[in-house]
């Protein structure tokens, strides 16, 4: 039987990207092994998939020698936190005892416009930084990917409320143009990658959607998928970040996302890339295709009114 394919982050909600990429191997027939941090029903939904299933904490070196033990490739991603780089470093050095031959490393666009001696005020575009240098260190077989903003954390996390109370698109953009790519298109590439990897080897790949536009222009997506007039509301980025922080959010994440509010006002996301076409042959989700998909989130309200 084939050595098995490494998936971090396994037990993702239903549309995370390590549970799509889990999702996407099997249904190609691949032996997966799937991470998970605990053991409840999504790790079983994930046996039940097919998935080997392996408990573990990216920040515990003995549960990481028995995930990886037995895997020559592997895909490493983690949701944003202030231990980000020590568990990259857990889990290359492990990885590199245990002679993994392919590593795919989910990062960050925002990477490409940092360096030795340019950050950004996020602490997390610093870490992941940091991960990909120590990575490109580590001797690996590496393939950095760097995602920009995801549809499923501003657009579909973020978004809603405003949209079903007031017609309304609420977010600290001002002016700048972005280009969000839906985790579906992400999780297709890293798919693609882990089927066959040595080409890949030492690469960078950029995913973007298929427009970078202005959140009015993205507004005027939103209405066509809803039949129902959005229109944007620039809010100032310090209140909104009072907001999350007020709601539970932790710090790290806010003050992540606060940073990216400032990135995009400064026309920092405004970048267009092909590598989700050229690696999958699939155009990357609109902005409208997505919020279609996703209607009854921006809708429900409305709805129950009616009703």
């Not at 084939?2 to 799509?20: E, K, S, W, Y």
């Not at 895997?71 to 889990?91: H, I, P, Q, R």
């Not at 710090?251 to 400064?266: E, P």
Request: with cysteine.
């Amino acid at each position: 039987m084939a050595n098995p394919i490494l998936v971090t982050g396994a037990a993702g909600r239903v549309g995370a990207v390590g549970r799509t990429v889990t999702e996407l191997l099997l249904k190609q027939d691949k032996a997966v092994r799937a991470m998970v941090r605990t053991e409840d029903e999504r790790a079983q939904a994930l046996r039940g998939l097919g998935a080997e299933v392996v408990v573990g904490s990216l920040l515990d070196l003995d549960s990481m020698h028995r995930v990886i033990a037995g895997c020559e490739t592997m895909y490493f991603g983690m949701s944003v936190s202030d231990a980000y780089l020590a568990a990259t470093v857990n889990a290359a050095a492990v990885a590199k005892h245990h002679g993994v031959k392919a590593f795919i490393n989910m990062s960050q666009m925002t990477v490409s416009q940092m360096s030795i001696t340019e950050t950004t005020p996020s602490p997390q575009h610093k870490l992941h930084w940091l991960a990909e240098q120590a990575l490109n260190w580590s001797g690996l077989p590496v393939v950095h990917v760097r995602p920009t903003m995801f549809l499923e954390g501003f657009f579909l996390t973020l978004t809603p409320d405003s949209v079903r109370e007031s017609d309304q698109i609420r977010l600290p953009f001002g002016e700048g143009k972005t280009s969000p790519v839906a985790v579906e298109d992400v999780a297709r590439v890293i798919a693609a990658l882990l089927a066959d990897p040595p080409p890949h080897f030492g690469k960078i790949y950029h995913l973007t959607g298929p427009q970078s536009e202005n959140m009015h222009f993205f507004a005027q997506e939103y209405s066509k998928a809803l039949g129902r007039t959005i229109t944007f509301q620039d809010i100032p980025v310090e209140p909104w970040r009072d907001e999350l922080l007020k709601r539970g959010w932790p710090v790290h994440v806010v003050n992540h996302l606060a940073a990216m509010g400032d990135l995009h006002r400064a026309g920092r996301f405004d970048r267009l890339s092909d590598d989700v076409l050229t690696l999958t042959g699939q155009q990357p989700l609109s902005v409208q295709a997505f919020v279609r998909k996703n209607a009854a989130a921006f809708t429900a309200a409305a709805k129950a009114k009616e009703a």
